[in-house]
C-alpha cells in the first residue's frame, strides 16, 4: 500500500457491503487501508492504519454502533468520517448529525455516489483545517523540523494541505506521477507522519503555535 495515497478505513459488518467499497475504490486516489467489522476493529484500526477518511456504517452489529465510532474519532483521532446508512429514523439520524459528519452515503449507492463523497469530504477538511490558520510558511515549518522541507516539497506540502490529490498535483506542477510520490513520500517521513490528515493536523499546529 503506498502511503502518498488517501487511506479509507472502512467499517462496515456486512462483508459483503465492505468488499463491495472496497472494489468501488480499486484504481483510484483513494486505498482501502482497512476493513474493520465491528467497534473493537475500528478501534483498533485508527490507532495502527493512520487512516485519512473512514466510511462508517451507523447499524453494527456489535456493543457499539458507528455514531459512536465517530464520537471517539472526534475526540482521539480527528479525520473527516462519512456514514454509510440505509436508516430514515429521526432519532438516529439526529445522533448521528450531532458527530459533525462530513457526509452521508444511503444504501444502496453507487461508485460516482461514493468517489464524490469522499472527494468532498476531504476537500472540506482540507478548508477547514485552513479556517483562522495564516497562510503556510516555509521557515516556520523548518524550524520545527530535523531535515528541512525543500522549496519543491514546501509546493506539494501546499498542495496537499489544500486537498489536493496526486494527479491533481502532477498537472498543476507538470511533474510525473513517481516524482510526485516520492516527494510525498520524503515529506512524510521529514514531517514524521503517515497519512495526510495527519500531515494537515501537525502543519495546522505548527501554523497555530
Same mark, same amino acid.
Given at each position: 500500500m503506498s502511503a502518498t495515497e488517501? @487511506?479509507?478505513? +472502512?467499517?462496515?459488518? /456486512?462483508? !459483503?457491503?465492505?468488499e463491495g467499497i472496497a472494489l468501488h475504490l480499486?484504481?483510484?486516489?483513494?486505498?482501502?487501508?482497512?476493513i474493520a467489522y465491528d467497534a473493537d476493529e475500528a478501534v483498533t484500526s485508527l490507532q495502527k492504519k493512520n487512516p485519512d477518511i473512514a466510511i462508517l456504517d451507523?447499524?453494527?452489529?456489535?456493543? @457499539?454502533?458507528? +455514531?459512536?465510532?465517530? /464520537?471517539? !474519532?472526534?475526540?482521539?483521532?480527528?479525520i473527516p468520517f462519512i456514514f454509510l446508512t440505509s436508516y430514515s429514523d429521526e432519532a438516529i439520524m439526529e445522533r448521528a448529525k450531532a458527530t459533525s459528519p462530513a457526509g452521508f452515503i444511503v444504501k444502496p449507492f453507487n461508485k460516482n455516489t461514493l468517489i464524490a463523497t469522499l472527494e468532498i469530504a476531504i476537500s472540506n477538511f482540507s478548508r477547514s483545517s485552513q479556517n483562522h490558520v495564516p497562510h503556510l510558511s516555509l521557515t516556520k515549518i523548518n524550524r520545527q523540523l530535523t531535515d528541512s522541507l525543500s522549496d519543491r516539497e514546501f509546493e506539494i506540502v501546499q498542495l496537499l494541505y489544500d486537498g489536493k490529490n496526486n494527479q491533481e498535483i502532477c498537472d498543476l506542477l507538470f511533474i510525473a506521477m513517481n516524482t510526485v510520490k516520492r516527494h510525498i513520500t520524503n515529506i512524510y517521513f521529514k514531517l514524521d507522519v503517515k497519512?495526510?490528515?495527519?500531515?494537515?493536523s501537525l502543519l495546522r499546529t505548527i501554523m497555530l503555535a
Open positions: 488517501f @487511506k479509507i478505513l +472502512i467499517v462496515e459488518d /456486512e462483508p !459483503i457491503i465492505a480499486k484504481n483510484s486516489h483513494f486505498c482501502v487501508s482497512d451507523i447499524n453494527l452489529e456489535s456493543d @457499539k454502533d458507528g +455514531i459512536q465510532i465517530a /464520537e471517539y !474519532i472526534n475526540k482521539v483521532c480527528p497519512s495526510r490528515t495527519e500531515a494537515i
